[in-house]
Nanobody, 127 residues
Framework: QVQLVESGGGLVQAGGSLRLSCAGSGRTFSSYTMGWFRQAPGKEREFVAAITSSGSSTDYAGSVKGRFTISRDNAKNTVYLQMNSLKPEDTAVYYC????????????????????WGQGTQVTVSS
């Protein structure tokens, strides 16, 4: 099972940018579909973005499409979330998630409860 550690969260003004990173442990990072989820206070955790094990395909929530970009560097065991044009409603704890690629791609990661999670990183967007 992969261990995940997020970093890069912080406080930013509306319209600004942040890049989140998620470092995975082990030599099998490239065999995992990776993704980002977020949870705002008083709300359920929601899907943000996902990327296949090779990085060839991505998937985004409608609320972030065109503003956020997910990418990965398998040589560095890291997945990134570049967040541009941030809005106050993007304020949340952002979690990195991983699912074994042989079980499914981005749809599986998005829907399945069979995922590994990081500890989360706080993103706060001020108006």
């Amino acid at each position: 099972q992969v261990q995940l550690v997020e970093s890069g969260g912080g406080l930013v003004q509306a319209g600004g940018s942040l890049r989140l990173s998620c470092a995975g442990s082990g030599r099998t990072f490239s065999s995992y579909t990776m993704g980002w989820f977020r949870q705002a206070p008083g709300k359920e955790r929601e899907f943000v973005a996902a990327i296949t094990s090779s990085g060839s395909s991505t998937d985004y929530a409608g609320s972030v499409k065109g503003r956020f970009t997910i990418s990965r560097d398998n040589a560095k065991n890291t997945v990134y979330l570049q967040m541009n044009s941030l809005k106050p409603e993007d304020t949340a704890v952002y979690y990195c998630a991983a699912a074994a690629a042989w079980k499914g791609g981005t749809y599986y990661l998005r829907q399945s409860n069979d995922k590994s999670w990081g500890q989360g990183t706080q993103v706060t967007v001020s108006s």
